[in-house]
T-cell receptor, first 114, second 111 residues
Framework: KAGVTQTPRYLIKTRGQQVTLSCSPI?????VSWYQQTPGQGLQFLFE???????NKGNFPGRFSGRQFSNSRSEMNVSTLELGDSALYLC?????????????FGPGTRLTVL | DAKTTQPPSMDCAEGRAANLPCNHS???????VYWYRQIHSQGPQYIIH???NNETNEMASLIITEDRKSSTLILPHATLRDTAVYYC????????????FGQGTILTVHP
């Protein structure tokens, strides 16, 4: 089975721009979660989508948004980029059923905001 | 919020067992302890999880104390490829698709 894929792997943007990151989950997985990783804050949960609905949300401003498509692929968008948004953005998928939280992570998208 | 206490770093000789401790709040109900690791420049990788009994899989063993306030991840024969940051996700640190990561333990395996 193919793993979780994320595109692009690297991205450079300037302040004020917006960016869209993409995540393709493992086939059959219906849940996609997004995380931000920075040296200062570590790994922080952004949100989770299941069957095209946001089911859980972390403590991030409204500039961070996401969506999920009927094929379970997910995108996250960051508008009005700030320097502090420079981070590794990770997505993870899981089957989405039951209480298990075994998540499979992608390699991440490294976003640099100049 | 659920929290854990893990040593910031540990060393281990290749071929020896690596024992990574984690102190957390008491596990209750259906709250599992999950362990993940992150090798440099990669996404985190699931290792193992447990509720109250000891667990073993092909990667590691998980020992949970009787009072369920702490757990130990054991890598029985550490290799250089096991050098990574190891995260203990505390009981209550999961909800729908959410994992609450702490700072983790940097494990360095030496030749």
């Amino acid at each position: 089975k193919a793993g979780v894929t994320q595109t692009p792997r690297y991205l450079i943007k300037t302040r004020g721009q917006q960016v869209t990151l993409s995540c393709s989950p493992i086939s059959g997985h219906r849940s996609v979660s997004w995380y931000q990783q920075t040296p200062g804050q570590g790994l922080q949960f952004l949100f989770e989508y299941f069957s095209e609905t946001q089911r859980n949300k972390g403590n991030f401003p409204g500039r961070f948004s996401g969506r999920q498509f009927s094929n379970s692929r997910s995108e996250m968008n960051v508008s009005t980029l700030e320097l502090g948004d420079s981070a590794l953005y990770l997505c993870a998928s899981r089957s989405g059923t039951g209480v298990g939280n075994e998540q499979f992570f992608g390699p991440g998208t490294r976003l640099t905001v100049l | 919020d659920a929290k854990t206490t893990q040593p910031p770093s540990m060393d281990c000789a290749e071929g020896r067992a690596a024992n990574l401790p984690c102190n957390h709040s008491t596990i209750s109900g259906n709250e599992y302890v999950y362990w993940y690791r992150q090798i440099h420049s990669q996404g985190p990788q699931y290792i193992i999880h447990g509720l109250k009994n000891n667990e073993t899989n092909e990667m590691a063993s998980l020992i949970i104390t009787e009072d369920r306030k702490s757990s130990t991840l054991i890598l029985p024969h550490a290799t250089l490829r096991d050098t990574a940051v190891y995260y203990c996700i505390p009981p209550g640190g999961t909800s729908y698709g959410k994992l609450t990561f702490g700072q983790g333990t940097i494990l360095t395996v030496h030749p």
